[in-house]
């Protein structure tokens, strides 16, 4: 079902390692996020951000998947994106922000979501299989082991990480990636 609820949604898009040529590509649980925040509806109002280097071509496999523009929040390799993150985030202010559960290469702790969501006040809901935001809240759908679910409720802002059960991402289309913007 999607949302007629418009809200401001942030997608944290990083960049992933091809497993078997170990090319640079999008990120599994970052394009899973982001093809959640697609299926929400035209209510939704996406900002799509990366920490890192603008200038990386897998990051164009974001902008195949459907996205007009995003931002690029230009960082050195190495550095620790969390202050240039928050301060975006304090900035943007929004409803609802969507990340895989942790990076595909680097420091990938997986702890980036609870110190975003410490930093911004904001409820955090791991592993999550899909949303469906309201005005004040958020119904989630949590994948738990061997296959179960849980229902659950949350109030916004939100944090989400976005578990390898939500729905595939799409193909990234030649075409879009060369029309897309990155900021």
Same mark, same amino acid.
């Given at each position: 079902r999607n949302t007629?609820?418009?809200?401001?949604?942030?997608?944290? $898009?990083?960049?992933?390692?091809?497993?078997?040529?170990? +090319?640079?590509?999008?990120?599994?649980?970052?394009? +899973?996020?982001? !093809? &959640?925040?697609?299926?929400?509806?035209?209510?939704? +109002? $996406?900002?799509?951000?990366?920490?890192?280097?603008?200038? !990386?071509?897998?990051?164009?496999?974001?902008? *195949? &998947? *459907?996205? !007009?523009?995003?931002?690029?929040? +230009?960082?050195?390799? *190495?550095?620790?994106?969390?202050?240039?993150?928050? !301060?975006h985030l304090v900035k943007l202010r929004p409803d609802l922000l969507l990340m895989g559960s942790a990076a595909e290469q680097g420091e990938g702790s997986g702890m980036l979501a609870y110190l975003l969501a410490r930093q911004l006040g904001a409820t955090l809901l791991p592993a999550i299989a899909e949303v469906w935001p309201g005005e004040q809240y958020i119904d989630a759908l949590q994948a738990l082991p061997r296959g179960r679910r849980r229902k659950l409720n949350a109030p916004l802002p939100c944090v989400v990480t976005v578990d390898r059960a939500a729905a595939a991402p799409r193909q990234s289309a030649f075409a879009k990636a060369r029309r897309g913007r990155i900021i």
């Open positions: 007629a609820v418009a809200l401001d949604i942030a997608i944290l $898009l990083s960049i992933g390692r091809h497993p078997a040529s170990g +090319r640079a590509c999008r990120a599994d649980g970052d394009a +899973r996020a982001l !093809e &959640m925040a697609l299926r929400l509806g035209p209510g939704a +109002r $996406l900002h799509a951000i990366h920490a890192g280097d603008p200038g !990386e071509p897998a990051l164009a496999d974001y902008l *195949g &998947m *459907g996205l !007009e523009q995003w931002t690029v929040l +230009r960082q050195p390799a *190495g550095a620790d994106v969390l202050p240039a993150l928050v !301060e």
